[in-house]
């Protein structure tokens, strides 16, 4: 079992200026040579954007608002997330992706640059989620106090300071959310963010619909909304991570299902921190179209 020291707040090091577990730059070779399938569908975020949720509704698109069988195994179980393991709990994402029979949909925290290139040779479909620095930062870094894979966040000081420096596993958000974008015009990637997704799930559903080339009954589309709210998703724990030992994930630190708004970060940045981020922002943004909304 590989639930000891070595798995929890595990050692990391860098492959490619991206900082990775050991677990995954040992593996590095094997990821990037994953062999992607031309009907996969790739749902690939920064950490903390939005995945499970747009995972949760893309599986239930695919089973045409059965939420019974959206209850058949936990997320991580159904939609293998390929640079990740945990033996033998969380099975490795590369094992249960090449055993798994097509059409396979799979999860990726990689920047655009390491993303196996079998998926831009196949020409998979892929979804990408945003969202906006500031809440993907407070959610990150709960996430991070409260999952025992992660490396210790530190203090909240010490977490914005890394977060910008992008010294935190998979590297910079800023150079993964312009990255993706600026791969949009280049290949089949449908390009969400999480704040029209909590606006308007309606419209965004609709917009994964048509990309999917999938059509449902108003009926069954109410359905998949209904099922893929916070409040539900919360409840699932199919969806919420508590089918994990709480050695791993504790709950009670902060749930997975934290807080699910956009805007909370006015609930943790000082006037002094954000202003400081705004102008660190600004800079490492400079030049690209990408636009985000902090509140909806
Ligand atoms: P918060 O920590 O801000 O609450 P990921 O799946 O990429 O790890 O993202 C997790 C974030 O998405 C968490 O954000 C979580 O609460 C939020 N989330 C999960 N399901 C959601 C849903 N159905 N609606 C809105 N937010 C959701």
């Not at 949760?56 to 159904?78: H, L, P, W």
């Not at 590369?94 to 990726?108: E, G, I, Q, V, Y």
């Not at 909590?198 to 909304?225: A, G, H, M, T």
Request: proline fraction near 6%; charge should be neutral; include cysteine.
């Amino acid at each position: 079992l590989c639930v000891d020291e070595k798995c929890l707040r595990p050692e990391t090091s860098e492959v490619g200026g991206i900082l990775m577990t050991k677990l995954m730059s040992d593996n590095w070779d094997k990821i990037w040579n994953f062999q992607a399938r031309p009907d996969d569908l790739l749902i690939a975020t920064y950490v903390k954007s939005g995945t499970t949720w747009t995972q949760e509704i893309v599986d239930m698109i695919q089973n045409d608002g059965d939420s019974q069988k959206c209850q058949r195994a936990s997320t991580f179980n159904r939609q293998p997330f390929i640079e990740w393991a945990l033996p033998p709990l969380i099975k490795s994402g590369l094992d249960l992706a090449n055993k798994m029979p097509s059409p396979r949909t799979l999860k990726t925290h990689l920047p655009v640059q390491m993303l196996p290139p079998s998926f831009w040779k196949e020409n998979s479909k892929i979804i990408y989620v945003a969202r906006n620095a500031k809440d993907c930062l407070v959610s990150y870094y709960h996430f991070s106090r409260m999952n025992k894979l992660m490396p210790d966040p530190g203090s909240w000081e010490e977490y914005v300071e890394m977060f910008k420096a992008g010294k935190v596993l998979w590297g910079s958000w800023y150079n993964h959310v312009k990255g993706w974008w600026d791969a949009k015009d280049r290949h089949r990637i449908l390009y969400l963010f999480y704040e029209d997704m909590k606006e308007d799930p309606k419209r965004e559903i609709q917009k994964i619909l048509k990309f999917l080339e999938k059509d449902v009954s108003e009926d069954i589309l109410n359905k998949i909304i209904h099922h893929t709210s916070f409040d539900m998703m919360r409840q699932n724990p199919m969806a919420n991570y508590t089918s994990l030992p709480s050695s791993i994930m504790d709950h009670s630190i902060s749930p997975f299902m934290r807080r699910g708004m956009p805007g909370d970060w006015k609930n943790y940045f000082t006037v002094a921190q954000n202003e400081a981020f705004e102008a660190d922002y600004a800079q490492k943004m400079a030049g690209s179209s990408l636009t985000f909304r902090t509140e909806i």
